[in-house]
């Protein structure tokens, strides 16, 4: 039973930790791991590449796309050679928030403190 209390407190940890980064930077964690991918890319993804480099499922990696999309900060293109193909990269705004995506504005609960220490 201590498992799953500890479990428990992680969980709220990091739930606590999200709405605290979403409020400050106005994009959830799942949405932030998108945006990083693209901006360590050395070209633009393929949805199946962000789904293979985020661990997140292929429908929920449609789904942070699209709300990225409307936020603006990803847009996507066709592949000039499949036009079945879709690439997307960061807009400069996507670019910009990428930039501000650090850690030091963000207090970080205390169970999650050590995951953080370099």
């Known amino acids: 039973m201590k498992t799953i209390c500890i479990m428990r407190n992680v969980l709220k940890a990091l739930s606590s930790f999200e709405t605290i980064f979403e409020n400050t930077y106005g994009v959830s964690l799942n949405e932030s791991m998108i ?16 789904s293979k480099q ?9 789904k942070m796309i699209r709300i990225l999309e409307e936020k603006k900060l990803i847009e996507r293109t ?16 996507g670019q910009k928030r990428v930039q501000k995506l650090t850690l030091n504005n963000i207090e970080i609960p205390d169970l999650l403190k050590p995951l953080f220490k370099e």
């Open 35 to 50: 945006l990083c991918a693209l901006s360590e890319a050395k070209k633009p993804m393929t949805s199946t590449a962000l």
């Open 78 to 93: 066709l592949s000039e050679t499949d036009k079945r193909l879709m690439f997307f990269h960061l807009t400069s705004d």
């Open 54 to 62: 985020t661990d997140l499922s292929p429908s929920h990696t449609s």
